[in-house]
Each structure stands twice: as structure tokens, then as C-alpha cells.
């Protein structure tokens, strides 16, 4: 139990360091910029692009690993 618990703690962990830069970029950098459609194409980009991977991430981290096949790299036949 405590380490299923340890692992999810890591998990929120991660996720809640990636989503720093959100407020970051979306509240802070995007104000000083003039351009309106320079802002929200990189509003755009950026939120799409993390949203992307943080999917990636839950998704890699929730699976569970498959066997590595065995492989001989000498029974190459030329």
C-alpha cells in the first residue's frame, strides 16, 4: 500500500511540475506581447504541445511494461 501511494505521490508531483510553466506562459510572458495573433498562436502551441505531454506521461506511466523478446544479435545469417 505504501508504495502505490509513494508512486502516485510522484506521479501528482511530476504532473504539478509540468503545469508550472502554464501560469507562467499563460498569465505573465503572453501579457507583455503586442501582436494579438502572435499571442494566441503561441497560447495555442504551447498549451496543445503540454497538454500532449502530460497525456504521453500518464499514459506511459499507468501502463505496464511488456517482456523484452530474447534477441541474439549473433545468429545472423548472411
Given at each position: 500500500?505504501?508504495?502505490?501511494?509513494?508512486?502516485?505521490?510522484?506521479?501528482?508531483?511530476?504532473?504539478?511540475?509540468?503545469?508550472?510553466?502554464?501560469?507562467?506562459?499563460?498569465?505573465?510572458?503572453?501579457?507583455?506581447?503586442?501582436?494579438e495573433w502572435d499571442k494566441y498562436l503561441?497560447?495555442?502551441?504551447?498549451?496543445?504541445?503540454?497538454?500532449?505531454?502530460?497525456?504521453?506521461?500518464?499514459?506511459?506511466?499507468?501502463?505496464?511494461?511488456?517482456?523484452?523478446?530474447?534477441?541474439?544479435?549473433?545468429?545472423?545469417?548472411?
Amino acid at each position: 500500500m505504501k508504495k502505490g501511494i509513494f508512486i502516485l505521490g510522484m506521479r501528482i508531483t511530476v504532473t504539478g511540475l509540468n503545469l508550472v510553466p502554464f501560469y507562467g506562459v499563460n498569465y505573465e510572458m503572453l501579457e507583455w506581447m503586442e501582436n494579438e495573433w502572435d499571442k494566441y498562436l503561441y497560447q495555442f502551441l504551447f498549451n496543445f504541445f503540454m497538454t500532449m505531454t502530460l497525456i504521453a506521461y500518464w499514459t506511459a506511466s499507468l501502463r505496464k511494461p511488456k517482456p523484452i523478446p530474447d534477441v541474439s544479435i549473433l545468429n545472423f545469417s548472411f
